[in-house]
């Protein structure tokens, strides 16, 4: 009887038979030691009788020590994966979720938890926290991109000023996103982006006016250029030099990037298109006078 008790205990000379400590279990009797609950799994009672005291750590976390004693062992697959095991043993067990998605909350379960990146993001590499910002000139409408190429350029007469960040990341906390606009499918020339990632080419704002742009995707206001003296724009979102209108009879502009042609003054009169000076308004002769600005031609007064 000593022996076989000596035997039970996996050490000679043993008088009684010791209790399986947490995390371990013996369902059979004369054994010399106890059973480690498997990877993924945990127990947290003593002198355990069965396999089934091991509870798993659960869809969304992984288990990767033989014998653990607390769900304390048992850890968090990270943003950007998800977890669909009860009983993962090792952090590859935790999937990515798939290009054009993320996760920004760890211990996530399945693929349906990984959200579709937003307009104005793309996201062109697996198991990641957070979608990139589409590029500066760049903006979006549609959601789960890919890849920054199919982020669009802003069209003719449109540049970016500043970086725009549409993402707060707190640690493991759900990113707050600015409210996504009225997208539409047709752009518009003549505008440019003070952001980074944009959701609506509506958001591209137009270059001022007296300028104009024909460049497309543009990251700096130095694209928009201005009309040359003796010529004005009125209208904002120009897309070409040939909207840069000649000043009238009787008018001038000597300012580049004009919205307007100003009047030839009194007692002068100005029979050229285009003028650029003031001083190619022309004197009215002598003998002769005007108190009217703007005049065309000499028979005026």
């Known amino acids: 009887m000593l022996e076989i008790l000596r035997h039970l205990q996996g050490q000679l000379g043993q008088t009684e038979c010791k209790k399986c400590g947490r995390g371990r279990y013996t369902d059979e009797v004369g054994k010399s030691n106890c059973r480690a609950c498997d990877l993924g799994k945990y127990s947290g009672e003593f002198q355990a009788t069965s396999i089934s005291v091991c509870k798993s750590c659960g869809k969304g976390r992984y288990g990767p020590t033989l014998g653990a004693k607390s769900s304390v062992s048992c850890i968090s697959c990270i943003p950007g994966r998800y977890g669909p095991q009860e009983d993962a043993g090792s952090d590859s067990d935790c999937l990515p979720c798939a290009i054009g998605r993320y996760l920004d909350t760890p211990s996530g379960a399945d693929s349906a938890q990984c959200k579709a990146c937003e307009a104005g993001l793309y ?96 990251e700096t206001n130095s694209t928009c250029i201005a009309c040359v003296s003796g010529r004005y724009s009125p209208l904002p979102g120009s897309t070409g030099v040939k909207t840069c209108v000649r000043c009238e009879l009787g008018t001038y502009v000597g300012e580049e990037g004009s919205t307007s042609c100003k009047q030839c003054p009194p007692g002068r009169f100005g029979d050229d298109r285009e003028m650029s000076s003031r001083a190619q308004c022309k004197h009215c002769a002598p003998g002769t006078y005007s108190g009217a600005s703007g005049l065309q031609q000499a028979s005026q007064w």
């Not at 062109?124 to 957070?130: H, L, R």
């Not at 959601?143 to 199919?150: C, E, I, K, V």
């Not at 640690?171 to 997208?183: A, E, G, I, M, V």
């Open 123 to 218: 996201n062109n590499v697996e198991g990641q926290p957070m979608c990139k910002l589409c590029g500066l000139g760049k903006w979006s409408s549609s959601l789960m991109l890919t890849n920054a190429s199919q982020c669009i350029s802003c069209p003719a007469g449109a540049f970016v000023l500043d970086p725009w960040y549409i993402w707060v990341i707190d640690r493991w906390r759900t990113p707050r996103q600015y409210p996504n606009l009225r997208s539409h499918s047709l752009p518009r020339a003549g505008t440019y982006s003070a952001s980074v990632g944009l959701q609506s080419i509506h958001q591209c704002i137009k270059c001022g006016p007296g300028r104009y742009s024909t460049a497309v995707g543009a």
